[in-house]
């Protein structure tokens, strides 16, 4: 906080994970197995779409996760550039991988999740 200029905006990010490389790593780390089911993108926007409308009118008041939104952003394979928050802040990114395990093992020391 002390290093960065006001008016300005810092992007923190530890690189681009593809769905299927997070998938590696939550198995990796919880030990279990990925789902099955593997489908496509298009199917994967209509689905949201369909769950998207019946929870929002059977439970509006439910948070929603998987929504046509946050299908539209894992569909467009976004990559960031850190070089700004690198140089100006000193800013060091996490490996996901590491970050996913630090995260599941403080869950499960809180009892959140069954330790490994």
Known sequence: MDKGRTGQRYIFSSGYTTLDELMTYFEE?????????RLS????????????????????DAPQ??????VR??????????????????????AVRDAIREAYAD?????????R
């Open 29 to 37: 780390v919880t030990g279990r197995p990925r789902p099955r089911w």
């Open 41 to 60: 993108p298009p199917v994967m926007a209509a689905l949201a779409e369909v769950t998207s409308f019946v929870t929002s009118r059977l439970r509006p």
């Open 65 to 70: 996760r998987f929504t046509p939104g946050a």
């Open 73 to 94: 952003l894992l569909r467009q394979g976004r990559r960031a550039d850190t070089t700004k928050a690198r140089t100006e802040l000193g800013f060091t990114p996490t």
């Open 107 to 115: 869950f499960a020391r809180r009892g959140l999740v069954p330790a």
